[in-house]
């Protein structure tokens, strides 16, 4: 009875139904970062009519990166200009001695120009992708049940995607933005939705018989891993993104759920149950026995794998509620980061997006600063990341 009892309280928490246990904030580690870790950066004015607007975006992209120190031109390491001229931006970055490090012209919408171009800046001098331009995905119960909202990474541009007046949880997206896959009562029963974010179309993928939830796409779109009982446990699937060529990926006699690909598609990190409390396993995606990676935590759940495939976030639970891990696959080091649930890797190797009381919020894992991106929607939870 008391397996029966855990479990049934894991399959909640995992499909994002409304099953809750008392929290209390943990207190959060401070982390510091010197001013020599980041690049001095000088930003010109970009000229042009809309050269403003575009500089502020510029300037708040690589704000939001942590990679900068925005500095006067006569204490920059490297000065970024441009100009801009109908849809049309070009921009360049040059050094101290007027060497020229980026020139390149980008096309589209003032924000589609900044996010490119703050983006090309990132890469270029740091090695690392950028969060420009990607979007995030949530659940939220402002109107009273969970539905799914959407927005730019940063808070902009937010607007409520499903209006099924249900309970709708667990939202994925594909990498390039085109998808989203949820989870809806809508009939009764938890399947699992998909909507093209272009044309609006929606159509029910999975719907066998019994629970079908938490979907997540493969980094390339073609398929999606999800968790079905329609053998009479939670297991893990994965289908064609249209619902066809299920395929079960683990036979245990715990609960399988939250999985989340590896950048190249070969495997899959998940939570299960099945060996007390729930921990979190990897498995690759062509079948085969599933480990356990030894986070040192008991309790770990809702698992993401960063883009640059060298660690793992998830949640933690202790007496004091939920946290915020993050284990290194290399070292086998794991650090709890911030009081929260849900965490989330986008584009950006050193950034999570995260759930804490009812806010959507940003972390750099590598200085420790947080920024709230969303409040005021009720209770926001699940969030998903484009990359």
Request: proline share 5%.
């Amino acid at each position: 009875m008391r397996k029966l009892l855990f479990s049934f309280s894991f399959a909640l928490l995992a499909a994002g139904t409304p099953f809750s246990l008392p929290l209390q904030a943990q207190e959060v580690p401070t982390i510091t970062i010197t001013k020599g870790d980041t690049i001095a950066l000088a930003l010109a004015p970009i000229s042009g009519p809309d050269g403003a607007q575009i500089s502020k975006l510029v300037e708040k992209h690589l704000n939001a990166s942590g990679y900068f120190n925005i500095v006067p031109d006569s204490r920059a390491s490297m000065i970024v200009s441009g100009s801009a001229s109908g849809s049309q931006l070009q921009g360049s970055v040059n050094d101290r001695s007027g060497s020229v490090v980026l020139s390149r012209s980008y096309s589209g919408s003032t924000a589609a120009r900044a996010s490119a171009y703050a983006n090309d800046i990132i890469e270029t001098l740091t090695g690392n992708r950028g969060m420009a331009g990607s979007k995030v995905a949530f659940v939220a119960t402002r109107t009273g049940k969970k539905e799914i909202y959407l927005a730019d990474y940063d808070g902009a541009n937010l607007k409520q995607l499903t209006h099924d007046n249900t309970i709708s949880v667990a939202p994925a997206l594909s990498s390039d933005g085109r998808k989203l896959a949820y989870t809806s009562y809508l009939h009764g029963y938890a399947d699992i939705y998909l909507i093209d974010l272009v044309s609006g179309a929606r159509n029910r993928i999975v719907k066998f018989p019994g629970t079908n939830s938490g979907a997540a796409f493969s980094p390339d779109g073609s398929r999606i891993a999800c968790t079905v009982s329609r053998d009479g446990n939670p297991e893990l699937y994965l289908l064609n993104t249209n619902g066809s060529g299920a395929r079960r990926l683990t036979r245990t006699a715990g609960v399988e759920s939250s999985p989340a690909w590896s950048p190249d598609g070969s495997e899959l990190v998940y939570a299960s149950d099945d060996r007390g409390g729930p921990r979190i396993f990897r498995v690759s995606a062509s079948g085969g026995t599933p480990r356990m990676i030894s986070t040192g935590h008991n309790y770990c759940t809702k698992p993401s794998w960063s883009a640059d495939g060298r660690r793992i976030a998830f949640n933690v639970r202790n007496s004091s509620g939920f946290s915020i891990a993050v284990h290194d696959l290399a070292t086998g080091s794991t650090k709890v980061l911030a009081s929260g649930r849900d965490p989330i890797w986008g584009p950006s190797p050193r950034h999570l997006i995260y759930s804490s009381d009812g806010n959507l919020m940003l972390l750099d894992v590598q200085t420790g600063r947080q920024t709230r991106l969303i409040s005021g929607l009720g209770q926001i939870t699940e969030p998903a990341w484009t990359r």
